[in-house]
């Protein structure tokens, strides 16, 4: 009998489950044979630690002009002004008579005849007089000081600061805002060409983007979700479901991506459908809608930009499945950018592995090779999916190529008493007590990671009644793992992916061993799409590193791996966990004793070896792309 959580409105909570019948000891050396780890082997380019320019580089100075000193308490304004222009007129001489002292020629000769890409100068009519030159003008003047604004090399900048009226020549100081939040920070950790994000949104999309959560470190949970911008632009999701209403706000973006109805499958036979935007069962069925919006709705949804192409299902059946199957592989299936997603599934005796499960594996390997990522549930009997003791194994679930999905318990429903007119509300949490597999959904070695298994959905039904309230089932964690599958692909565009190397990929970006209920030796990995750092609401943390808001400790203390600043030399090592925030942390750089291996408990690699999710040193994307540990090597 099929089982559900439905959660709507104030009323009520009935529990019916979503899916349909649906040691060797280590030596180490001693602390004077070791070095520090330096920030160079961070992502990209490290910010500069005092805000300067980097050496070398050219760039926008601030010089200060003393307009004082030459002058006496009875000259006038004109000849403070001539003093001024003196500076300017020298500044301008010497900048065109050295410019082989900066480093990109091409880009003074831009802004000095205002061609310049970035600007729009020629179009703006500016509502200070800053004279003729582009290359040094005044932005400022008070008490005798004027502030010239100049585009030099770090070179000539030296030469002007010798120039008796100038009384310093420095670089422009970078600021930001007081946002919590860094978006290079976020950029730099997730390997995204740029960050959107969705504030205070629903809590099955905020634990989506950050580690963690461990209320002894964060004051005020972060309620942002942070994506990738491409957010699943250009990737078709395909949902094989029981129906579909796209009429609703949440499908509106049809000017970013299409959302529409495929075809009907009924007694395994191939139909068009009457109407792209509603299509449904016979008997109709909301399941479709709340998943479809679950993935990639725009407001709820994990990839919304995403194209959506629903499949009806009239009847849920091997036949009408294997008939689905078949056509999406030979009709829709674009190589490396398709998506399917399957919420069902169904317990068989182990020895019942008919010709029915083996045309359809078949069909599934199929997929997988023609560049498809196939995701589906694990089911919500809270039974192991290939169960030697009752017999019994989970298809597709157990399938080998398929990213099975299972569930966690994100609102905490088995150890909170709640009232549910505040539960029906809620988009943060208190404790770090809600990672634990949800007790319905089912566990194994098939089932490759963790999601939410309760969600906040908003849909129009079959009968265009609007709905929104939270819904529960691994028919959720699916769509959601499946919509992250669609943000990386929009985002890493030059990978084959398929379901293999997709598994692969979510698993390394996954937090790993947090989850609690599930046993000892199967995959223990939750949903994450790259961004770790967990930040505070409130900006206020009592901790440091990754799951403190990447804070830093004070001078001559280490972040240790449990994420508290320390002076204990014990800790402060890389074999230790000790954490690498900035180039001024006092982590010790053990080299591994065990060749190849890496991470917490063996220490770092050689120099110029990232450190792989699975903490083994090498240099291939592999190991030094997503999951790479940056405490332990490099990383790009």
């Avoid at 490290?46 to 580089?57: A, I, Q, R």
């Avoid at 001489?93 to 061609?115: G, M, P």
């Avoid at 609007?466 to 599958?485: F, H, K, Q």
Wanted: net charge negative.
């Amino acid at each position: 009998m099929a089982k559900l959580i439905n959660f709507y409105y104030l009323i009520s909570i009935v529990i019916i489950l979503t899916n349909t019948i649906y040691a060797k000891t280590i030596e180490i050396k001693e602390y004077d044979e070791v070095e520090f780890i330096y920030k160079d082997k961070k992502w990209g380019k490290p910010k500069n630690e005092t805000n300067t320019l980097t050496k070398g580089d050219d760039g926008y100075y601030m010089v200060f002009v003393n307009t004082t000193d030459q002058m006496s308490s009875h000259q006038k304004r004109d000849e403070k002004d001539n003093v001024l222009n003196f500076v300017i007129n020298k500044i301008q001489e010497l900048i065109l008579d050295n410019k082989d002292t900066y480093e990109d020629i091409s880009k003074l000769e831009a802004i000095e005849n205002d061609t310049e890409e970035d600007l729009e100068k020629r179009e703006t009519k500016y509502l200070v007089d800053y004279g003729d030159s582009n290359l040094v003008y005044p932005i400022s003047s008070v008490n005798g000081r004027t502030v010239l604004y100049a585009y030099l090399s770090e070179e000539l900048a030296g030469i002007i600061e010798k120039i008796p009226e100038v009384t310093s020549c420095m670089p422009n100081y970078p600021f930001e805002y007081d946002t919590y939040y860094k978006l290079n920070e976020i950029k730099q950790e997730a390997q995204w060409d740029d960050v959107d994000i969705r504030y205070n949104t629903d809590l099955h999309l905020s634990l989506l983007s950050q580690g963690k959560f461990e209320e002894d470190l964060i004051h005020q949970y972060d309620t942002n979700y942070y994506f990738p911008k491409s957010g699943g632009k250009d990737i078709n999701m395909i949902f094989l479901d029981s129906g579909f209403n796209f009429r609703s706000g949440d499908f509106a973006n049809t000017h970013q991506r299409t959302v529409k109805c495929a075809f009907n499958v009924t007694n395994g036979k191939i139909a068009p459908v009457y109407d792209e935007k509603y299509c449904h069962a016979s008997i109709p069925n909301d399941h479709g809608s709340r998943v479809s919006d679950c993935a990639a709705g725009y407001e709820h949804g994990i990839a919304n930009k995403a194209n959506i192409i629903g499949v009806v299902l009239n009847e849920l059946n091997s036949a009408n499945i294997i008939a689905a199957y078949q056509y999406v592989l030979d009709n829709l299936l674009v190589p490396h950018k398709t998506v399917i997603n399957c919420s069902f599934g169904e317990p068989f005796p182990k020895d019942m592995y008919n010709e029915a499960m083996i045309h359809s594996e078949d069909l599934i390997n199929k997929i997988n090779d023609n560049g498809g990522v196939m995701v589906v549930s694990s089911g919500n009997n809270g039974y192991n999916v290939n169960d030697d003791v009752n017999n019994n194994i989970y298809y597709p679930c157990a399938f080998k190529n398929t990213l099975c999905v299972g569930g966690i318990d994100n609102y905490d429903l088995e150890s909170v008493n709640f009232d549910l007119a505040n539960y029906r509300r809620t988009n943060v949490i208190s404790s770090s007590s809600i990672y634990k597999r949800f007790q319905y959904s089912n566990y194994g070695k098939e089932v490759s990671v963790y999601a939410p298994f309760f969600v906040r959905v908003a849909f129009l039904d079959s009968e265009n009644n609007y709905i929104d309230g939270i819904d529960g089932g691994t028919s959720y964690s699916s769509p959601i793992v499946a919509g992250i599958a669609a943000t990386i692909m929009s985002e890493n565009p030059d990978i084959k992916f398929n379901t293999s190397i997709m598994t692969k990929y979510i698993t390394r970006l996954s937090e790993k061993n947090i989850i609690k209920n599930i046993d000892k030796g199967f995959p223990n990995a939750f949903i994450n799409n790259g961004k770790h750092v967990v930040y505070s609401d409130d900006n206020l943390y009592n901790g440091c590193g990754i799951r403190a808001g990447n804070q830093k400790c004070p001078h001559n203390k280490c972040c240790s791996a449990d994420n508290k600043c320390t002076n204990d030399q014990n800790l402060c090592r890389s074999d230790k966990g000790c954490q690498v925030i900035s180039s001024l942390d006092t982590c010790k750089n053990i080299p591994s004793p065990v060749e190849g291996r890496c991470g917490n408990g063996f220490g770092s690699c050689p120099f110029g070896y990232c450190c792989s999710s699975e903490g083994v040193c090498g240099k291939s994307t592999s190991f030094c792309g997503a999951g790479c540990q940056i405490n332990y090597g490099s990383c790009y």
